[in-house]
């Protein structure tokens, strides 16, 4: 913390950090955890400089901290912000102790005397005043207000004779402000006995009625928080958790845009924008609006526009991949497209006029084009609008992550609500669908478990249309023959159980368990979020791929099975034969699937399917018995039915021809798809399993490719050579061996810069160049020296992303992780 009092302590006696921390052994109830640097603070408080100690004062007495004193000296505070906690801890260091309070009295020990002050009310916070005061009665009878705030807000409301010590102020807070602190401003006002009566009254009055007492209690306040008296400024640091930039990081890479909305004053955010790596010094250009009119913020916007369109224009002439860039897919703006990167800042005053209707969808276009967007000043209501907007506009899922009461409206209004746990209190928490206590696990949250989610519900919808409509369409096609008379292909029991038993519980295995990429492997490779984002796994053609995967099922089991029965291969021609016979085969083929589509196998899986299939024999067995026959004579009617026709080799061939049938085009399907056109989950799993074969030495090298093209590319290297390539490019092939991926140029300088890095002659790096393509002949010739294991040079980000524009800026990094 950072304290500063005008007129008494100069901006030199703000020394952040002197070796020698405070010495507070004069204060028997001081916090002994407390640390301090600014001697001439201390000094100022033990000669007694008035403005010090009311500056003090005002710290121990403007507050809503509750204490608790277990033993004499031994004191405890309990508050709801820490902010609070932090500067009434620092009065008590100083030697003004918040001991008590009482409705009607605070207590303080003011240098080693015991004080008690009246008080008589208190003006409570909230984040459209974004102040607080108390009005006390000290112990010689005087009446004065002590207000604590944001500094924009008090600096209108001080008297005409502090407009000195503002500058002076203004310029300090400035400087917290850049440090990233968040600061406050302190004040008084003495009142006269008739003056705070009258207005005591009026705060009765307002405090009484029924309707808009918010907004009665907040004039009423308004009227005596005016002409006081600058006392100082605090500020506090705010640290940032473990992780954030980190996370910020990987979450950008993930394609999720992210907005900050925060309370603090501009300076301070912007400064918290740049530690958590939001913005950037490589930034193109960070625009600030900050009008305070409809005009002002219009125009500010429309040249923030109009600037990134220049930009497009400029930076398109001649590049093919800009015109690409200028033509966006349908349904997006033409400013989402726009290269370089721009950061918007915007006011909560200038913000106020951006969210109204005939302005809000110019706001969020700007701030959509931009890639990083930061809202300042903000009350709780405004970060809710700024949400409820998103979602308005944009086809967009919105998450709203928050520690503070403040948060609560806004993470009640977007898609998700994750509430930080932490020393806020629980309001955020109590509003949200998940909650943790560090802001950093919010990537595991998404690109893991979000992601797993995702696919499994995917998988799970596909499956359960699929096997249903394999189930149920056997019946249209058994329509033909029986003249649509209703009659079910199936026994009774068999339509009763397919669903709840047969079928049930390895679709919920997989809906639970399943996995395509590890969890690990998701947090490197944030890329693999997209086709969440992107609704790729699960959409009207994944719905129709589905359905007509079943309808095709349901063919195949009929008509196999009818052409056997029909040219009675079987010697067995009844209805009651075939309904066994399709059925297990059914039941077969969607065990089959359900196995293929599993990507992570459990022993839960393996009980589950192998289960369903027991369990399909044994209750088919069962029914089909004499014994249940004989006790039910009429519910069982397909006695002796599934010994008789399982009985016969030849339906046991139909069933595996049935079988084959459906799922050989299923597994070509996907080979081919695995082959010519793999998902990034894909070549993510081969390379697990490579990795997993070819058990590396432990060293893996990153090769991270900037091409003009803008691909970008991993290859790894085992200790015999380079294993594969993964590519977030377009046109990759999984069987393209990692050079290819790169122009013949960049990857020759590629090599060559691993040549360079170490001399030695690879066997494997020849194994390599055999898997070139003519595009990388230039390389093969070159990589037939190149040393496979780079020296360690330090680790590259999680995944590789950025791209240098034009083909002449082709770099390459390389990095060995191990
Ligand atoms: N207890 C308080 N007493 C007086 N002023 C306060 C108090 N708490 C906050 N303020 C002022 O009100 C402003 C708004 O507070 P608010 O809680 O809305 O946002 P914040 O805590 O600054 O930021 P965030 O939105 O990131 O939580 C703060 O920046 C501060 O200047
Ligand atoms: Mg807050």
Same mark, same amino acid.
């Given at each position: ?68 004193? =277990? ?26 102790? @918040? ?27 909230? &984040? ?23 500094? !924009? ?13 503002? &500058? ?5 807070? &400035? ?15 003495? #009142? ?64 999720? %845009? ?6 603090? %004053? ?58 690409? %860039? ?15 990167? +721009? ?50 506009? =944009? ?38 669908? +998940? ?10 949250? #998404? ?46 029991? @068999?339509? !009763? ?29 944030? %890329? ?52 066994? !016979? ?103 799993? +081969?390379?697990?399993?490579?990795? =997993? ?48 991926? @790169? ?76």
């Amino acid at each position: 913390m950072l304290c500063e009092v005008c007129d008494t302590l100069g901006p030199q006696s703000r020394v952040r950090q002197r070796a020698v921390p405070l010495d507070f052994s004069f204060n028997a109830l001081a916090d002994r955890r407390f640390v301090f640097f600014d001697h001439a603070l201390l000094e100022a408080v033990k000669v007694g400089q008035p403005a010090t100690h009311e500056f003090f004062r005002l710290l121990a007495l403007c507050h809503t901290v509750m204490s608790e004193e =277990k033993s004499e000296g031994e004191l405890y505070y309990k508050a709801q912000s820490p902010d609070e906690g932090a500067l009434v801890t620092a009065a008590r260091c100083f030697g003004f102790v @918040f001991r008590s309070r009482t409705p009607h009295t605070i207590t303080l020990q003011e240098m080693g005397r015991p004080a008690t002050y009246q008080l008589l009310s208190i003006l409570d916070f909230n &984040n459209i005043r974004k102040r607080m005061s108390v009005i006390v009665r000290n112990p010689e009878g005087r009446i004065r207000l002590y207000c604590k705030g944001a500094d !924009t807000l008090l600096f209108e409301r001080l008297h005409p004779c502090n407009q000195d010590l503002m &500058n002076i102020t203004t310029d300090h807070l &400035n400087e917290y402000a850049g440090d990233g602190l968040r600061t406050l401003l302190l004040a008084y006002k003495d #009142l006269e006995e008739s003056e705070y009566e009258a207005w005591s009254e009026r705060l009765q009055r307002a405090s009484k009625a029924v309707d808009c007492r918010e907004e009665r209690l907040a004039a009423v306040y308004e009227e005596i928080e005016q002409d006081m008296m600058l006392l100082g400024a605090t500020a506090i640091e705010d640290k940032l958790q473990e992780g954030v930039p980190e996370t910020i990081a990987i979450l950008t890479l993930a394609n999720i %845009k992210i907005w900050v909305l925060t309370g603090d %004053k501009q300076e301070t955010a912007v400064n918290i924008g740049y530690s958590c790596k939001m913005l950037t010094d490589d930034m193109t250009e960070v625009f600030f609006v900050t009008g305070r009119t409809v005009h002002e913020v219009r125009e500010e916007l429309r040249k923030a526009r109009e600037k990134m369109m220049d930009s497009t224009r400029t930076l398109g002439n001649g590049f093919p991949y800009q015109q690409e %860039k200028l033509d966006p897919p349908k349904g997006s703006s033409v400013l989402e497209a726009i290269p370089g990167e +721009y950061a918007l800042v915007i006011n909560g005053h200038s913000l106020a006029h951006a969210l109204e209707a005939d302005m809000e969808l110019e706001f969020l276009e700007t701030a959509c084009a931009c890639k990083a967007v930061i809202c300042c000043r903000v009350t709780p209501l405004q970060k809710a609008q700024v949400v409820e907007l998103v979602k308005k506009y =944009k086809r967009a899922v919105t998450l709203a992550i928050g520690d503070g009461a403040n948060d609560v409206s806004m993470i009640k209004t977007a898609h998700i609500g994750v509430g930080i746990s932490g020393q806020e209190g629980i309001q955020a928490v109590l509003a949200s669908d +998940y909650t943790f206590s560090q802001f950093k696990s919010l990537q595991r949250l #998404l690109l893991v478990h979000g992601r797993w989610s995702y696919l499994r519900m995917c998988k799970f919808l596909c499956y359960f249309f699929y096997k249903n409509f394999a189930f149920t369409m056997v019946h249209f096609w058994f329509g033909f023959f029986c003249g649509f008379s209703a009659q079910t292909v199936y026994d009774q029991y @068999f339509i !009763t159980l397919y669903n709840i038993v047969y079928t049930s519980l390895p679709v919920l295995a997989m809906g639970i368990f399943d996995q395509d990429v590890p969890e690990q492997r998701s947090l490197e490779y944030p %890329k693999l979020y997209e086709p969440g984002q992107l609704n790729l796994l699960f959409n009207k053609r994944e719905f129709f791929i589905c359905i007509a995967q079943g309808i095709y099922t349901s063919v195949v089991l009929f008509f196999v099975s009818y052409g056997v029965f029909a040219d009675d291969v079987t010697q067995l021609a009844d209805y009651q034969s075939f309904a066994v !016979t399709v059925a297990t085969s059914l039941v077969i083929v969607v065990s089959v699937q359900i196995a293929l589509d599993t990507g992570y196998w459990t022993a839960i899986n393996h009980f589950f399917i192998w289960g369903s299939v027991a369990m399909y024999f044994a209750i088919m067995f069962a029914m089909h018995s004499d014994g249940l026959f004989n006790i039910f004579p009429n519910q069982f009617t397909f006695v002796g039915n599934a010994q008789n026709t399982l009985a016969q080799p030849a339906v046991w061939f139909t069933i595996l021809l049935s079988t084959v049938v459906c799922i050989v085009p299923v597994v070509t399907f996907r080979f081919l798809k695995l082959d010519l056109k793999p998902q990034l989950s894909d070549t993510v799993r +081969y390379t697990q399993l490579v990795r =997993k074969k070819q058990k590396p030495q432990g060293r893996r090298l990153r090769i991270v490719g900037r091409t003009g093209s803008r691909r970008t590319g991993y290859a790894f290297s085992h200790q015999e050579g380079f294993g594969e390539l993964i590519t977030s490019g377009k046109n990759m092939r999984l069987s393209s061996l990692a050079l290819s991926s @790169f122009t013949g140029r960049s990857s020759a300088s590629w090599i060559d810069t691993l040549r360079k890095k170490r001399g030695t002659e690879s066997p494997a790096a020849q194994q390599v160049s055999a898997g070139v393509s003519p595009q990388g002949a230039e390389a093969s010739q070159v990589s037939g020296g190149v040393p496979l294991a780079a020296p360690e040079t330090g680790a590259t980000g999680p995944a590789g992303g950025a791209s240098a524009p034009g083909p002449a800026s082709i770099t390459e990094e390389c990095a060995v992780k191990e």
